[in-house]
């Protein structure tokens, strides 16, 4: 945090190589604080200051663009190192965030930037996993195997690419989770045997899979609640 001291050099510091000034008062595009960022890098590193005029006599106005510190140098880094570019993947992915009233780190962007494009998990990257796996980003398709979630390629017009990677996977998941509900008969299966069935598969995975085996005409819910079960339709 910038101290008295601080902001009155900052007033008195010239424009240039070390510093860029901008106003900003409600908003800032992105891309543009990408590209004053990236001026700065070329010039040997420096400040881009938000809430200062960059007119002399300067002065302290504040700024609301970025209410979330910590997401703005993580779009800004993406953006620099040319992460991620669909501008529609980010924005859903953003989406989702704030939906979840969650933000994300930069390891997280680059789990999805290595999926997005085929590319192998490190070990510190595999750690990161659970957390998308839960928020609906990510998906578990196999022993050591990852890929994005349907939504995040139909966000970028890509859905086949789901369906290659996950295709004969998923189609063998499902024949496995028929078959469990096939041989309960009449018993019906709770969402807890099928976490048996598919271990690796997260809570929200199962129950997506359930629901393509429903609209599919497979399977049926009855009840409600931790009572609820399924049965082959």
């Known amino acids: 945090m910038k101290t008295i001291g601080n902001v009155e050099e900052l007033l008195n510091a010239k424009e240039g190589e070390s510093y860029q000034f901008k106003e900003a008062k409600k908003r800032f595009d992105f891309g543009e604080a990408a590209k ?19 007119k002399r006599p300067r002065k302290v106005v504040g700024s609301e663009a970025f209410k979330q510190p ?35 780190t930069t390891d997280d962007f680059l789990v999805i930037n290595a999926l997005f494009h085929g590319n192998k998990l490190s070990a510190q990257l595999l750690s990161h996993t659970k ?12 022993r050591g195997k990852y890929v994005l979630a349907r939504g995040i390629y139909g966000a970028v017009g890509k859905s086949g690419v789901y369906t290659r990677n996950t295709g004969l996977d998923k189609n063998t998941n499902k024949e496995l989770v028929l078959k469990h509900i096939r041989d309960n008969g009449k018993n019906g299966t709770p ?43």
């Open 70 to 104: 910590e997401r703005t140098r993580n779009w800004v880094f993406l953006t620099l190192n040319g992460l991620i570019l669909d501008k529609r993947m980010l924005l859903l992915i953003r989406k989702i965030g704030d939906e979840r009233l969650e933000s994300f």
């Open 131 to 142: 957390r998308l796996i839960d928020m609906g980003i990510v998906e578990h398709s196999g």
């Open 36 to 54: 004053c960022c990236c001026a700065l890098a070329n010039c040997g590193g420096g400040s881009l200051v938000f809430g200062i005029t960059d």
């Open 191 to 233: 969402l807890s045997e099928v976490q048996q069935v598919l271990p690796n598969y997260s809570r929200y995975q199962i129950q997506a899979l359930l629901r393509e085996l429903r609209g599919e005409n497979k399977v049926f819910l009855s009840g409600k609640t931790n009572g609820a079960k399924w049965y082959i339709t």
